[in-house]
Nanobody, 117 residues
């Protein structure tokens, strides 16, 4: 059974940076991708970024391209989301999820990111 634990959220001013971490334990042969998703108050959950474990292919939502970077450290079983130039509209609970390709099947508990002055 796969387990994911996020950390790194917090309060940051507009224009600031944060790095989220997702530590993965357990194993599922079908799970080839890890993604970051977010849900803002009153809005549906949306995909932010995803990385394919086997070949490193990455995908980003248009709203975060050029500002967010997803990466992985296989030795630490950890996936990161480096977030730069944060905006108020980035405020949300951020979740990491794992599954086949970038389709989420197992979820972490989430970490709050608040961008405010």
């Amino acid at each position: 059974q796969v387990r994911l634990v996020e950390s790194g959220g917090g309060l940051v001013q507009p224009g600031g940076s944060l790095r989220l971490s997702c530590v993965v334990s357990g194993f599922d042969l079908d799970y080839t991708g890890i993604g970051w998703f977010r849900q803002a108050p009153g809005k549906e959950r949306e995909g932010v970024s995803c990385i394919i474990i086997t070949d490193g292919f990455t995908h980003y939502a248009d709203s975060v391209k050029g500002r967010f970077t997803i990466s992985r450290d296989s030795a630490k079983n950890t996936v990161y989301l480096q977030m730069e130039n944060l905006k108020s509209e980035d405020t949300a609970i951020y979740y990491c999820a794992m599954g086949p390709e970038c389709v989420p099947r197992s979820w972490g508990q989430g970490t709050q990111v608040t961008v405010s002055s």
